[in-house]
């Protein structure tokens, strides 16, 4: 089955400053790469995703890129408000032709993001 | 309002007993997915339902059952329970066909002792 890894495990930076969560995969099948954000005690909830026919994907300060050749994707956030502190977690699955998502989302283990003012 | 909701929101409960968890969602979703949630282990599934009357296994599945007997409801059942089962449970919930993106109910909080 998938397995994904992400790093870091925690990360701490300065508000304004860019922080990058990386994350790899091992089923080449994948093509469904999401990121979900978790604030303290509330659910999961997804930022941005991407799918493996695009390269890059930006949505204000949050963009995703992906490497299918190294199956590896990542996560930036430029201009970091302290309201971007949260856990955030990757995940891969895949979809299937026809846009059928039985996406049984295997994610990664988290990173601990704190935004200091 | 729309969306995928579980009951209780957290539990106590002694080792041994038995114990379903619910969710239901009212968004039409054909799949629909239990999590537990550990510290350092991200989220990891244990049952999943990709329509009404089939279930499958995820990644940590023993002590657990499911059942999915219409589209909205999807219970978590643990026969027995014990105390490494205490963690926080997520049910989700996608499109299936034409979507992608899980939604995630509140979480359920069980503690076994």
């Known amino acids: 089955g998938e397995n994904v890894e992400q790093h870091p495990s925690t990360l701490s930076v300065q508000e304004g400053d860019s922080a990058v969560i990386k994350c790899t995969y091992s089923?080449?099948?994948?093509?469904?790469f999401p990121w979900y954000k978790q604030e303290l005690g509330k659910r999961p909830q997804l930022i941005i995703d991407?799918?493996?026919?695009?390269g890059e994907k930006k949505d204000q300060r949050i963009a995703v890129t992906l490497n299918k050749t190294a199956k590896h994707f990542s996560l930036h956030i430029t201009e970091t408000q302290p309201e971007d502190s949260a856990v955030y977690f990757c995940?891969?699955?895949?979809?299937?032709?026809?846009?059928?998502?039985?996406?049984?989302?295997?994610f990664g283990q988290g990173t601990i993001l704190t935004v200091h003012p | 309002i729309a969306g995928i909701t579980q009951a209780p929101t957290s539990q106590i409960l002694a080792a041994g007993r038995r114990m379903t968890l619910r969710c239901t969602q009212d968004m039409r979703h054909n799949a629909m997915y239990w999590y537990r949630q550990d510290l350092g282990l991200g989220l990891r599934l244990i049952h999943y339902s990709n329509t009404a009357g089939t279930t499958g296994k995820g990644e940590v599945p023993d002590g657990y059952s499911v059942s999915r007997a219409n589209t909205d409801d999807f219970p978590l059942t643990l026969a027995s329970a014990v105390p490494s089962q205490t963690s926080v449970y997520f049910c989700?919930?996608?499109?299936?066909?034409?979507?992608?993106?899980?939604?995630f109910g509140q979480g359920t909080r069980l503690t076994v002792v």
């Open positions: 989700a919930s996608s499109p299936g066909t034409g979507g992608s993106e899980a939604f």
């Open positions: 991407i799918r493996s026919n695009v």
């Open positions: 995940a891969a699955s895949r979809v299937w032709a026809g846009g059928t998502s039985y996406g049984k989302l295997t």
């Open positions: 089923d080449s099948a994948s093509n469904y």
